[in-house]
């Protein structure tokens, strides 16, 4: 007769498996409440303790760990092992269904550390480790998706499942390491561990990456939320790889402001942001930014959607409308476009930390946070109430715009944006062009000549902000009192590449 070892927090299924084992000879051995539920439906089984001959100790906190479970678990199927179980009296066991005390879920109850380190696994994980390692000898079962594989191959479980089984085992494990690691390290304040694991459980498979032949899914922090992780889709298809990184920028955009604030985006880079005393305001200047670009974007908004302005929106095509809240009637206005994704987002961004991928390696940097340093006017003249307010909304734009980036405003309107350009030159020219009649003028990071000053002349700018720090600093300032232009250095550069 063979043996299979079941000890489980989560009991949903569990007597389907149990009865196919018993009809394919199995002998059930099962733990504390695990044991109890199992004999209240009426199976047959032997406690672990019986097997060990050593109660459990320590509140069950000691149970499964003994030479006569993990000896029986980690046999081989050789001789030597086979005459070492004789001697000392061993059984194999053959089989292992095991899943985790819920250290996840409590993480969310905000519970203090003495009660939250009473849900941190041990005996589990351990049993998961030691039978996927002894995969050729013994079954292990982590995840009840996956009882009805075990249930239809019960008769021939072979290599090929045993090793899948594995594998989702010990991912299992390195998850959940993960995820107490991750709530020591932020209680302690560690930013950069010297190991990073980091706690990410698939949500959902996309449809295809940036483009249909990559494949995508997206992975969601299960220790730190974000806002994605507490939105609701009130319409439209399955959001895309592109649509979650355009989101991510619109939604942060929208959030540096308190003032009502539209915002839109195509390939993550702005291309209209504006204020408005309402939300239909705000949007129709929005859409005067770049009514070309605006067409397939994402829309955002930091307040209310109404019925008026989602009529506006109506008449062109857009991917994704995001506000913190719709007007039911704007809802079913919008939702007359089948395929118009809307989101309702519930939380402000706090996301800490930001990872890219480089082929080898993951970056990690904190978030860029912060807006300036100090405020210094580098410029004789007093500056208007109105420009410099102007300018700290240009500047708030520039900060999510792809360096270089350059932004031209006119009474807290984006009019121009110049992004992604390999000089600060060509990002300027591109967003006085656009902009034609903008005011002040704003720079993600110094000048390293004077050009950008001069082009910004011809433009009738009256104002410039930007990080200062250049060693040619004083020709750019020079050239900004000739032409009688307001210069501020916020001693604070905003790269995003």
Known sequence: MKRALI????????EKLVS????????????GNTAK?????????????????FPEILNGRVKTLHPKI???ILARDIEEDRKTLKQLNIKKIDFVYVNLY????????NLDIKELIEYIDIGGPTLIRAAAKSFENTIILTDPEDMDLIIKNIEDLNYEIRRYLAAKAFNLTAHYDSIISSYFNNLLKIEFPKYITLPLKKKSELRYGENPHQKAVYYENTTEEGFFSNFEQLNGKELSYNNFKDIDVAWKIVNEFEEKVCCAIKHQTPCGVASGRDNLEAFKR????DPISIFGGIVAFNHKVTAETAKEMKKIFLEVIIAPEFEEEAVNILKKKKNLRILKVKEKPHQKFEYVSVDGGVLVQERDTKLFKSLKIVTEEPIAEYLMEDMIFAFKVVKHAKSNAIVVSKEKMAKGIGSGQPNRIWAAIDALDRAKDGVVLA?????????VVKKAGEYKIKAIIQPGGSIRDEDSIKVAKELGISMVFTNMRHFKH
């Open 443 to 451: 720079s993600d990071a110094f000048f390293p000549f004077n050009d």
């Open 286 to 289: 929005v859409y005067e930014c």
């Open 70 to 72: 993990h000896g029986g």
């Open 20 to 31: 196919v084992l018993i009809e394919n000879r199995y002998e059930i051995i099962s733990t």
């Open 102 to 109: 819920p250290f996840e879920e409590k993480l969310k109850e």
């Open 7 to 14: 000890s489980t927090y989560y009991k949903n299924n569990i």
């Open 37 to 53: 539920y199992l004999e209240s439906q009426g199976f047959e089984v032997v406690k672990v303790e019986d097997v060990t001959e």
